[in-house]
């Protein structure tokens, strides 16, 4: 049996879960109190104060799902969509695919618009799709793709979904912490993340944000939200004024992911945007000279998850397994289409650091030579 206090730590530079900051750990092993403790209140509110800052908005109803990056995908769609609604997916990706996937299981009727892997919509494809679907309830869309490296134009895209009428739907859980994400001025209706990318605390949790027209929209529904525990008409008499018990909030995660956002606004949101673009630049430069090349459209990259093309000749899994026996660094592999011939190598909060990119490029070096 494995003996946990014995788990070897190692930097984590694949698609999440990143390397998580010591402050995170020892907030996380503070005494667990009441989830309606004062102490504890206070928490629940500073985080909020905290994810309105990040997510930049004013939104009331925001808050931290309990549950991992899914959670949140899955209570903004059973919030917002219920059975006779129609909705467009954008679908670029393995999360595209897995949103349509949860909107089709509320029972409204699901139409989806692609793009090959790596590339992004246009803001003209995106509004022939709502014209051609109308009318539309949703329009979701996955702002990172984190199975192709590739960053979705959301403001553009924000523009005709609302020429159209529609509600938009945002995943941001890659980007929240790494680039922008500016929930109001890209007057985005419903956006969710997750703890482990890069806000760099472990998974468990999912920062929520819903606009004033989805919460009318919420209100306006015709039958109950389908879950009962994602219920954001239920969750949020928690954490508002009310605090009426719904279910027992994670309390030590919570003070995780409290530490982790003020570590976030300590940096500050533009210079953690920036540090991700740094390492970003340093990593491809340092690849390129290797012949590893990234896969999604180049004026499209994403800072935080680089998508590349595995080296010829070579077994993808058979590197990566080299360098976290050997290396003690975890990079991802390619998921869906790219399954096999990609690596995802991912530069996500504590991990975005020239430290971390010397580090792979110099084990990757010495590994395929
Ligand atoms: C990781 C990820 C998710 C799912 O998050 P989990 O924490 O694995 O549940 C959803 N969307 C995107 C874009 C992701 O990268």
């Not at 508002?240 to 003070?255: C, I």
């Not at 026996?325 to 975005?352: N, V």
Request: glycine share 8%.
């Amino acid at each position: 049996m494995i003996d946990v206090a014995n788990i070897q730590p190692r930097m984590l530079m694949g698609p999440g879960p990143s390397d998580v900051n010591p402050r995170v750990l020892a907030a996380m092993a503070r005494p667990t109190v009441g989830h309606l403790d004062p102490q504890f209140l206070e928490v629940l509110n500073d985080t909020r104060d905290m994810l309105r800052m990040v997510f930049r908005t004013e939104n009331e109803l925001t808050l931290a799902v309990s549950g991992t990056g899914s959670a949140g995908m899955e209570t903004c769609v059973v919030n917002l969509v219920e059975p006779g609604d129609r909705v467009l997916v954008c679908v670029a990706g393995v999360f595209g695919t897995r949103m349509a996937e949860v909107a089709r299981r509320t029972g409204a009727e699901v139409v989806t618009i692609e793009r090959p892997w790596g590339q992004v919509f246009t803001a003209e494809e995106i509004a022939a799709a709502c014209e051609q679907h109308k009318p539309l309830k949703l329009v979701g869309i996955v702002h990172a793709e984190t199975s192709t490296g590739a960053a979705q134009p959301i403001p553009a895209v924000s523009e005709a979904v609302h020429a159209a009428g529609a509600l938009l739907l945002v995943d941001a859980v890659t980007s929240l912490g790494g680039m922008e994400v500016s929930v109001d001025d890209w007057r985005i209706d419903a956006c969710y993340s997750g703890t482990q990318k890069c806000l760099s605390c472990p998974p468990g949790l999912s920062p929520v944000t819903f606009s004033a027209a989805a919460e009318q929209a919420i209100a306006a529904r015709r039958t109950p939200v389908q879950s009962w525990y994602l219920d954001m008409t239920l969750v949020r008499k928690y954490w508002g004024s009310e605090r009426l018990y719904h279910h027992t909030a994670p309390v030590n995660m919570n003070y995780a992911l409290h530490e982790a956002l003020r570590m976030v606004l300590e940096e500050g949101l533009e210079a953690r945007w920036r540090r991700h673009t740094a390492a970003h630049e340093a990593l491809k430069t340092g690849l390129e000279r290797m012949g590893v090349r990234h896969l999604a459209a180049p004026e499209h990259l994403l800072p935080m998850l680089n998508a590349v093309a595995a080296a010829d000749g070579v077994d993808e899994a058979v590197v990566r397994k080299r360098l976290l026996d050997e290396y003690g660094i975890e990079i991802g592999g390619g998921l869906g289409a790219f399954k096999g011939k990609a690596w995802r190598i991912g530069l996500m909060g504590e991990s975005a650091t020239m430290r971390h990119v010397e580090a792979l490029l110099s084990a990757l070096r010495e590994i395929l030579t």
